[in-house]
C-alpha cells in the first residue's frame, strides 16, 4: 500500500488528529479500474458535501485529483481511500483554532471478491447490530463506524458475504458496506436515508440507471418482514458494483431482471463517467 499525507509519503499522521481522536471527518472510497477512476467528480461532490455539513475546511479538488493521479499512476486496479479530518487540536471536542483539514489519500489493492458475485449472488443475514437515529449525520461517509464495526463481528463463516442492518425500529437501512435496494410489483425500493444510513454513489446512479430505463423507484420505509416478501434484492457499493442477493438467512430470495438489467446500465455510466489518471 501506498499513501500521502498531507501531500508527503508518508503512512503517519499525528497523535492529535480530530480523526483519530474523535472521529471527526469523512472519507471515499473510489475504484481504480483500468487504470482509471470510477465516478470521481461524484465522489468529490459528495466528500465536499459533507465537508460542509461538518463544518470542514475541505482541501481543493484539484489538489486531490494531483494526489490521486500521483499515487495511481501506472496502476491499472486497485482500491483508492481518501481521508479528511479536521485538524490536529488539544483536548476536548471544540476545535478552538480553525486551521486546514487533514488529507490522507492510500492506494489499497483490489479485494479478492469472487467475480461471479454479481451473476450467482450472495449469502446475507440480518445482523442484530441496530443503527441509531441522527439525522444530523445521516447520508454522511463519516469517520464514525462504530455500528458496522460491531456489525461486521456478528459472523466470521466464509459463506456469508455481508448483513443488512436495521435501524432501533427494525425497519432496514443498508448492508454493512453497501446500500440496499429490493424489487417488489416490478418495482425498485430502497430505503429512505433521511435519519441514518450512508447515500452510496452507486446507490445515486442506480437511481438514475432506473429511471432512465422507466423502471419506477420508491424511496421510504421497508421493514424486515418485507425483505423477505421481495422479489428480489440487492446489494450495491463502489467497489463491488452490484451484488444480487441469493440468500437471506436461511431463504433463497428470487432473482429478477430488473436487478439484470441495472447491471448493464451501471457498467455504461462506469465507463462514461471513468476519470483517466493519467
Given at each position: 500500500m501506498v499513501y500521502l499525507v498531507n501531500g508527503e509519503m508518508d503512512d503517519r499522521?499525528?497523535?492529535?488528529?480530530?480523526?483519530?481522536?474523535?472521529?471527526?471527518?469523512?472519507?471515499?472510497t473510489i475504484a481504480l479500474s483500468e487504470g482509471k477512476l470510477a465516478f470521481w467528480w461524484r465522489h468529490m461532490a459528495r466528500l465536499l458535501a459533507g465537508c460542509q455539513r461538518l463544518g470542514i475546511a475541505a482541501p481543493a479538488p484539484d489538489l486531490l485529483l494531483a494526489e490521486a493521479r500521483q499515487l495511481c499512476a501506472h496502476q491499472d486496479i486497485g482500491v483508492l481511500k481518501i481521508i479528511i479530518s479536521r485538524a490536529s487540536g488539544g483536548r476536548g471536542y471544540q476545535c478552538a483554532v480553525p486551521s486546514p483539514a487533514n488529507r490522507m489519500i492510500a492506494l489499497h489493492p483490489w479485494p479478492d471478491y469472487p467475480p461471479d458475485f454479481s451473476k450467482r449472488g450472495i449469502?446475507?443475514?440480518?445482523?442484530?447490530?441496530?443503527?441509531?437515529?441522527?439525522?444530523?449525520?445521516?447520508?454522511?461517509?463519516?469517520?464514525?463506524?462504530?455500528?458496522?464495526?460491531?456489525?461486521?463481528?456478528?459472523?466470521?463463516?466464509?459463506?456469508?458475504?455481508?448483513?443488512?442492518m436495521l435501524d432501533c425500529h427494525g425497519n432496514a437501512i443498508e448492508g454493512v458496506m453497501t446500500n440496499l435496494f429490493m424489487v417488489r410489483d416490478g418495482q425498485l425500493w430502497t430505503p429512505d436515508l433521511s435519519n441514518c444510513g450512508v447515500t452510496g454513489i452507486m446507490r445515486e446512479v442506480v437511481i438514475e440507471v432506473a429511471e432512465a430505463i422507466d423502471i419506477p423507484v420508491n424511496i421510504g420505509i421497508i421493514s424486515e418482514s418485507e425483505l423477505y416478501q421481495a422479489e428480489a434484492v440487492f446489494l450495491t457499493n463502489a467497489i463491488a458494483g452490484l451484488w444480487p442477493v441469493k440468500c437471506l438467512g436461511q431463504q433463497t430470495m428470487g432473482r429478477s431482471r430488473i436487478s439484470?438489467?441495472?447491471?448493464?446500465?451501471?457498467?455504461?455510466?462506469?465507463?462514461?463517467e471513468a476519470l483517466d489518471v493519467l
Open positions: 499522521i499525528s497523535v492529535t488528529d480530530r480523526g483519530f481522536q474523535y472521529g471527526d471527518g469523512l472519507f471515499e449469502n446475507v443475514r440480518i445482523c442484530q447490530t441496530r443503527l441509531g437515529i441522527n439525522p444530523a449525520l445521516a447520508g454522511l461517509k463519516h469517520l464514525n463506524r462504530l455500528e458496522q464495526v460491531l456489525a461486521r463481528q456478528e459472523w466470521c463463516d466464509a459463506g456469508t458475504t455481508e448483513g443488512v439484470q438489467r441495472l447491471n448493464a446500465g451501471l457498467h455504461d455510466k462506469r465507463r462514461e
